[in-house]
């Protein structure tokens, strides 16, 4: 293996300590992000999930009794993510995951409408 593989991948784990996210640090070194998974599971490291600062406090809050809506409003939040936070629901990309490991996916607008659209056009006209 040549020399500036192994400095890439000392230099990829320490950035990762530092950074928390493979695909971010393999961005900066330029390194291929599949390479860099590749790289952090032969190391036993992974990426670190992003937290939002003010969930702690949030969490804090509820646990005093405080309701929902204010909680949310006091660490600058959207009430459906407070939901979401009480809940358990991980959210990735357009899938929310529910704590009971239900899964719902949320198709973009375009695709909503014109599947209701070709429903109410199947043919008849509309008055």
Same mark, same amino acid.
């Given at each position: 293996?040549?020399? =500036?593989?192994?400095?890439?991948?000392? %230099?990829?784990?320490?950035? =990762?300590? $530092?950074?928390?996210?493979?695909?971010?640090?393999?961005?900066?070194? /330029?390194?291929?992000?599949?390479?860099?998974? /590749?790289?952090?599971?032969k190391? /036993? =490291? @992974?990426?670190q @999930?992003w937290?939002?600062?003010? %969930?702690?406090?949030?969490?804090?809050? @509820?646990?005093?009794?405080?309701? %929902?809506? $204010?909680?949310?409003?006091?660490?600058?939040?959207n009430?459906r993510?407070?939901?979401?936070?009480?809940?358990? $629901?991980?959210?990735?990309?357009t899938?929310r995951?529910?704590?009971? /490991?239900?899964?719902?996916?949320?198709?973009?607008?375009?695709e %909503? =409408?014109?599947?209701v659209?070709?429903?109410?056009?199947?043919?008849?006209?509309?008055?």
């Amino acid at each position: 293996m040549s020399l =500036l593989i192994l400095w890439l991948r000392e %230099r990829f784990r320490a950035r =990762l300590d $530092v950074v928390g996210s493979v695909t971010v640090v393999a961005r900066e070194l /330029g390194v291929n992000r599949n390479t860099a998974f /590749g790289w952090a599971r032969k190391a /036993g =490291l @992974r990426s670190q @999930r992003w937290r939002h600062p003010g %969930r702690d406090e949030y969490e804090r809050l @509820r646990a005093i009794g405080v309701a %929902r809506r $204010v909680a949310a409003r006091q660490v600058g939040v959207n009430e459906r993510t407070a939901k979401d936070w009480d809940w358990g $629901v991980k959210k990735s990309g357009t899938t929310r995951t529910y704590a009971d /490991g239900r899964r719902a996916e949320r198709r973009a607008i375009g695709e %909503r =409408l014109s599947s209701v659209a070709a429903s109410r056009h199947d043919g008849h006209r509309m008055a």
